[in-house]
């Protein structure tokens, strides 16, 4: 099956820092993206879809300019959590899937703790 | 809009037993149904889907689900548990029209040895 990679599987960062997550499909173009959050024990919550080459949509209640999503080619998006809080501390998980094909494909999370 | 409704938080079942994991959904178009389950600090792993044809799905470890559209459920079933099958076990609806998948709030299975 596909394979979705996310990198890194976790990280700790400072408050006020920015940190970048990588969400690579390794063996299909991806032109759709998918960024999930997830709280400890609650399900995931969708916060944004990125397409390849335009800019991405963001749910309700998700800040844009807080976690900034790029998709700038066909095997890659990044989610950078600029000025991270402790509040940030999640789950990210990233789905990618192809156009037309409905069925999305996880990467195995990051685990962000900002201290 | 689209939701995804997981009335057990958890379910205990003792090994070898039954399981049965509720689904209900909404959706204004045909759904596209998924059951996924995640390992604790762990991605996703998907166990099955409906997209069309035969309403009972079968799926990976022994699972199955069956998409009842007058009910509007997807229930997640299998016929005997092991231990290892303890996780967290995710609904999920989504469409052709913008991929997007949504997850239920999940349901927690325990199982008693």
């Known amino acids: 099956g596909a394979v979705v990679s996310q990198h890194p599987s976790w990280v700790i960062c400072k408050s006020g820092t920015s940190v970048k997550i990588e969400c690579r499909s390794l063996d299909f173009q991806a032109t759709t993206m998918f960024w999930y959050r997830q709280f400890p024990k609650q399900s995931l919550m969708l916060m944004a879809t990125?397409?390849?080459?335009?800019?991405?949509?963001?749910e309700q209640g998700v800040e844009k300019d807080k976690f900034l999503i790029n998709h700038a080619s066909l095997t890659l998006s990044t989610l950078t959590v600029t000025s991270a809080h402790p509040e940030d501390s999640s789950f990210y998980i990233c789905s990618a899937s192809t156009h037309g094909n409905t069925e999305a494909f996880f990467g195995q999370g990051t685990r962000l703790t900002v201290v | 809009a689209q939701s995804v409704t997981q009335p057990d938080i958890h379910i205990t079942v003792s090994e070898g037993a039954s399981l049965e994991l509720r689904c209900n959904y909404s959706y204004g178009a045909t759904p596209y149904l998924f059951w996924y389950v995640q390992s604790p600090g762990q991605g996703l792993q998907l166990l099955l889907k409906y997209f069309s044809g035969d309403t009972l799905v079968q799926g990976i470890k022994g699972f199955e689900a069956e998409f009842k559209r007058s009910q509007s459920s997807f229930n997640l079933r299998k016929p005997s548990v092991h231990w290892s099958d303890a996780a967290e076990y995710f609904c999920?609806?989504?469409?052709?029209?913008?991929?997007?998948?949504?997850f239920g709030k999940g349901t927690r299975l325990h199982i008693l040895p």
């Open positions: 999920a609806v989504g469409g052709n029209r913008d991929d997007k998948i949504i």
């Open positions: 990125s397409n390849e080459g335009s800019k991405a949509t963001y």
